[in-house]
């Protein structure tokens, strides 16, 4: 019999738990242990927003095991409030302290995981030790935070940086009656994760639920009382609040391995191969303290994430084992609830996209996730992007109150495979009323998408056309909804003109003929028909705005005199 | 300028208003005629079952345009109140009859498209034109159904047969107070949708519902008094009724299309190639008159959906206009709601993954379709078909009252283009908590599939355990869920032993090494841990039964004197 392999994980979040579980179940007789510097272990970080909001009842529903239940079911040893101090390469060993009693001691390994998780980003500007200032990462982070609204005195607050977790926590600090405003140093929301067309729909979600948005500020520090936070300072201007929830981003936590002289990368992350092996083939690292390659573009990303922290433990667990399992890599999916609206992305971005070289076409489609007449149904937006090159999808992302999330695995799973647009366009996905109508969103986006790469119809976003209305162009909006839908709100212009859909065919001949004509509706249908007639009827600058009218986020006028 | 051509086509359901449709946008001068034998055109029939359950309030609601809108919008003709009595191939003409008036006259057509659609199946067996006796088909059908329940006495109706129009019509019924016995030739429900330990579940949902099932029953005749059905007569039973929905299955219409000599197929359909073309070069079909290349086996299959219809118009569309689009075929998706389960299949199911000579490795996995801590998580049942050769993912399926499309929907994607489980293991599906646990059921499956095929582990569908357990065979059933809840539902049987998992390593010594160990628990996760620890503990024979005790169908004892 072999001898008795050791193996150390050291971290004790999702990656960690995930490769020791399973290493017990690959080699039943390896020694485990796991070291983790706080009491908790293999719990669900991602869940905070809802354990601060009241939607988990307590820190403990969000723990998948305890260190005893680790010991009892798998055999792992686990030392918590152990702090791993240093690696030792050449002895393999781990240095680690116990957090009590400040006794230190040392691990052997035959194989070590390093599962070290990210820290937040805590800039040293002024103020920012302020009680009431604080980042959200472990559980004892949730419970301080919920205790510090507790106490609130204003019911003010203040989120710093509207990534993931700033727009999570916006809508649990709403949830509990606060008045909340978003510093964003960056012109818009979430602008890591979707594109601008996406962004600005949720912003005007956002500041429907009476949240104010301070973007293309920069926090410059925090101002207090008696040790409190009262207000945050920017570059601008100074924001009451006695609650801030610091959330500008993270960074890996690659402390000890940088150390141990592993190789580092861009990211600050510890550099893993396709085995998620480091430069020394007897350490492994997987998790938010690494980086993943994006398979559509083959550079480098970091999307640090409790679901790939959990399938590289998985990974890694097998290959420390003795097996030979590969990583393949992510195409950056990732979703986000902000209030009524889902919020999903996968593939690359249209910027990203146009960076990497790629000739981008895009179509963008607003629609309801069920048929028209089936009870319930709700809007999605979904966005959609192609390299006009290849036909492969090279992106999908979108909002709304509708089932969003769906269409982001669909493009998820399409995007992996290397889908073309002519394959979404039939691609066969389950029909029947209460789940879909019988063409999905995505047929009509696909179908969008090749009519604009077959020069059959010009799209432009509602942005464009809002520029051009900006710069007074001389161009015809021409809405094509009814006279009822276009009393109740419409954009006004002095390019805007009306002529409902049902009359085009008899009043088209009024149309100036060699002027450029952009043709809207409520979502974008209806205009894209028109636009196609109008074309038929030998009008050549003839263009639809698409999402029309569901798509614009700029002003518009309700219930004018007509 | 080029003649303008004539394209006529017959049917206004799906297929034939998209065609028309689209015809009109990619040539603005064609004469398009659509010819229908009853008033209503472009509607979906597949929302008729929740216009009867009042879902839906009008049949008009079902309705996308009416004849007068195709002609000011689409300027497509549409001749309703219409029957094609023949096709004329050398002429290039249809002759038609207006069903009003008898009048007969001619079309001309450069290109014909047959979107004939289906019809149900009506045997000639006794009394099936009672009064009474109703089969699901178009807007008129659903509005006679309507008046018959609302006239019904005993509020008691039959419905014959159990596929997706019987299983929605059961639905529509209960909702309305009606006691329902459901008539089935075969022994389950849904045989042709999903495979049996699905099947065992949906039927489980449905008696829950006081439904009544009466499987392995012919339909003999009905009997009645009046004209009016009273009894629906089985080879086993006679069965009290007012009320009985036809529906054991429907036909494509390819009447007109034989009789012009055009090729028709095994199903009745009318044979078309790729680009939808029928043996006449001139002469298209789509939508439910035409059978489908299943793209994973390459065999024809007749799978008639509203779906496939509205993306086969819009080939066509293309097509007939000199375009080249392509027809790539289905993977036979198909879902349907029955009561609070959802139902969903895409590729091969087990039997005929093995009939089509794979070697096929399936998966079962009940689980939570939301982390367990999220509010509102509820239960979901995957199962997985692979090709132990190619680790190609063949099939997938699935039931519960969780979000079970949207798993379909990824396997359909994956299956289209020839994903491997390897690939599904590691998929970047969209994760949060309201949307999702770290790990997908997908993931899990595709790991327990991985874990099954490199002899890791080996699993046994509930059935299979039922079997061994009515042969009395020498085996241990080893439950290792806590006392509280095997107290409170177990698998009565000599075999059943309890042995809580938190127990397990210490107890382990005391089983027997030699015999047969079958582990259960809920949902089989701790079973298949469990049956880790037993294998690396050196025991040989140790199996885990897939899907546990969540997917077992048959007799549970509760709350057993302990």
Same mark, same amino acid.
């Given at each position: 019999?072999?001898?008795?392999?050791?193996?150390?994980?050291?971290?004790?979040?999702?990656?960690?738990?995930?490769?020791?579980?399973?290493?017990?179940? !690959?080699?039943?007789?390896?020694?485990?242990?796991?070291?983790?510097?706080?009491?908790?272990?293999?719990?669900?970080?991602?869940?905070?927003?809802?354990?601060?909001?009241?939607?988990?009842?307590?820190?403990?529903? &969000?723990?998948?095991?305890?260190?005893?239940?680790?010991?009892?079911?798998?055999?792992?040893?686990?030392?918590?409030?152990?702090?791993?101090?240093?690696?030792?390469?050449?002895?393999?060993?781990?240095?680690?302290?116990?957090?009590?009693?400040?006794? =230190?001691?040392? +691990?052997?390994?035959?194989?070590?995981?390093?599962?070290?998780?990210?820290?937040?980003?805590?800039?040293?500007?002024?103020?920012?030790?302020?009680? $009431?200032?604080?980042? !959200?990462?472990?559980?004892?982070?949730?419970?301080?935070?919920?205790?510090?609204?507790?106490?609130?005195?204003?019911?003010?607050?203040?989120?710093?940086?509207?990534?993931?977790?700033?727009?999570?926590?916006? /809508?649990?600090?709403?949830?509990?009656?606060? /008045?909340?405003?978003?510093? /964003?140093? !960056?012109?818009? +929301?979430?602008?890591?994760?979707?594109?601008?067309?996406?962004?600005?729909?949720?912003?005007?979600?956002?500041?429907?639920?009476?949240?104010?948005?301070?973007?293309?500020?920069?926090?410059?520090?925090? /101002?207090?009382?008696? @040790?409190?936070?009262?207000?945050?300072?920017?570059?601008? *201007?100074?924001?009451?609040?006695?609650?801030?929830?610091?959330?500008? %981003?993270?960074?890996?936590?690659?402390?000890?391995?940088?150390?141990?002289?592993?190789?580092?990368?861009?990211?600050?992350?510890?550099?893993?191969?396709?085995?998620?092996?480091?430069?020394?083939? #007897?350490?492994?690292?997987?998790?938010?303290?690494?980086?993943?390659?994006?398979?559509?573009?083959?550079?480098?990303?970091?999307?640090?994430?409790?679901?790939?922290?959990?399938?590289?433990?998985?990974?890694?667990?097998?290959?420390?084992?003795?097996?030979?399992?590969?990583?393949?890599?992510?195409?950056? =999916?990732?979703?986000?609830?902000?209030?009524?609206?889902?919020?999903?992305?996968?593939?690359?971005?249209?910027?990203?996209?146009?960076?990497? $070289?790629? #000739?981008?076409?895009? %179509? &963008?489609?607003?629609?309801?996730?069920?048929?028209?007449?089936?009870? @319930?149904?709700?809007?999605?937006?979904?966005?959609?992007?192609?390299?006009?090159? =290849?036909?492969?999808?090279?992106?999908?992302?979108?909002?709304?109150?509708?089932?969003?999330?769906?269409?982001?695995?669909?493009?998820?799973?399409?995007?992996?495979?290397?889908?073309?647009? *002519? =394959?979404?366009?039939?691609?066969?996905?389950?029909?029947?009323?209460?789940?879909?109508?019988?063409?999905?969103?995505?047929?009509?986006?696909?179908?969008?998408?090749?009519?604009?790469?077959?020069?059959?119809?010009?799209?432009?976003?509602?942005?464009?056309?809002?520029?051009?209305?900006?710069?007074?162009?001389?161009?015809? +909006?021409?809405?094509?909804?009814?006279?009822?839908?276009?009393?109740?709100?419409?954009?006004?212009?002095?390019?805007?003109?009306?002529?409902?859909?049902?009359?085009?065919?008899?009043?088209?001949?009024?149309?100036?003929?060699?002027?450029?004509?952009?043709?809207?509706?409520?979502?974008?249908?209806?205009?894209?028909?028109?636009?196609?007639? !109008?074309?038929?009827?030998?009008?050549?600058?003839?263009?639809?705005?698409?999402?029309? &009218?569901?798509?614009?986020?700029?002003?518009?006028?309700?219930?004018?005199? &007509?």
């Amino acid at each position: 019999m072999d001898k008795k392999k050791n193996f150390v994980i050291i971290g004790g979040g999702a990656c960690g738990p995930k490769a020791a579980a399973r290493a017990r179940r !690959l080699d039943a007789n390896a020694n485990i242990t796991m070291v983790q510097d706080e009491v908790y272990t293999s719990y669900a970080a991602c869940g905070l927003p809802y354990f601060i909001s009241g939607l988990v009842k307590s820190g403990n529903e &969000l723990m998948v095991r305890n260190a005893e239940a680790f010991k009892r079911i798998s055999n792992v040893d686990v030392l918590i409030h152990t702090r791993a101090d240093s690696i030792d390469r050449a002895a393999h060993q781990v240095h680690i302290t116990n957090l009590l009693d400040g006794q =230190t001691s040392a +691990l052997q390994y035959d194989k070590l995981v390093l599962a070290t998780g990210a820290n937040p980003i805590i800039p040293p500007i002024k103020g920012i030790d302020l009680q $009431g200032v604080h980042v !959200l990462k472990k559980i004892p982070d949730a419970e301080e935070i919920i205790a510090l609204m507790t106490a609130s005195v204003t019911h003010k607050a203040v989120i710093v940086g509207a990534g993931l977790i700033g727009m999570e926590m916006t /809508e649990s600090l709403v949830s509990k009656g606060f /008045e909340v405003t978003i510093i /964003e140093a !960056l012109d818009r +929301l979430l602008a890591a994760v979707v594109d601008e067309e996406i962004t600005d729909l949720i912003a005007r979600h956002v500041k429907g639920k009476g949240v104010t948005l301070k973007l293309g500020q920069r926090i410059v520090g925090f /101002e207090g009382e008696k @040790g409190h936070v009262q207000r945050a300072v920017t570059d601008k *201007e100074s924001i009451e609040a006695d609650v801030v929830i610091f959330a500008i %981003g993270i960074r890996p936590n690659s402390k000890l391995a940088k150390e141990a002289g592993l190789e580092i990368g861009t990211f600050g992350d510890i550099v893993v191969d396709q085995h998620l092996r480091t430069n020394d083939p #007897d350490i492994y690292a997987g998790g938010d303290c690494v980086a993943n390659v994006n398979f559509i573009t083959g550079q480098k990303v970091f999307v640090p994430l409790g679901s790939t922290a959990n399938k590289q433990g998985h990974v890694i667990a097998a290959n420390m084992t003795g097996g030979d399992q590969i990583w393949p890599g992510i195409v950056s =999916t990732a979703c986000v609830k902000i209030f009524d609206f889902n919020v999903g992305r996968t593939g690359l971005g249209e910027k990203e996209a146009v960076s990497a $070289g790629y #000739d981008v076409v895009t %179509g &963008l489609i607003p629609g309801l996730d069920l048929p028209e007449y089936y009870p @319930g149904s709700k809007e999605v937006i979904i966005k959609l992007i192609v390299d006009a090159g =290849t036909h492969r999808i090279l992106g999908g992302q979108g909002t709304g109150s509708g089932e969003v999330i769906k269409r982001i695995d669909v493009l998820a799973t399409g995007i992996t495979m290397g889908m073309t647009v *002519e =394959t979404l366009a039939n691609l066969d996905l389950a029909y029947a009323p209460p789940y879909n109508s019988s063409l999905d969103i995505l047929h009509h986006l696909a179908n969008l998408v090749l009519n604009k790469m077959a020069g059959r119809i010009q799209g432009l976003k509602p942005k464009e056309v809002k520029e051009k209305l900006d710069k007074n162009g001389d161009f015809t +909006l021409l809405d094509v909804r009814s006279r009822g839908e276009f009393k109740a709100a419409r954009i006004e212009s002095p390019q805007t003109r009306l002529l409902p859909q049902s009359r085009l065919r008899q009043e088209m001949q009024d149309l100036p003929k060699d002027k450029e004509i952009v043709m809207m509706c409520h979502r974008g249908v209806r205009a894209y028909q028109a636009a196609c007639t !109008l074309k038929g009827a030998g009008m050549k600058d003839v263009k639809f705005m698409e999402g029309s &009218l569901a798509c614009w986020c700029d002003d518009v006028v309700g219930e004018p005199p &007509l």
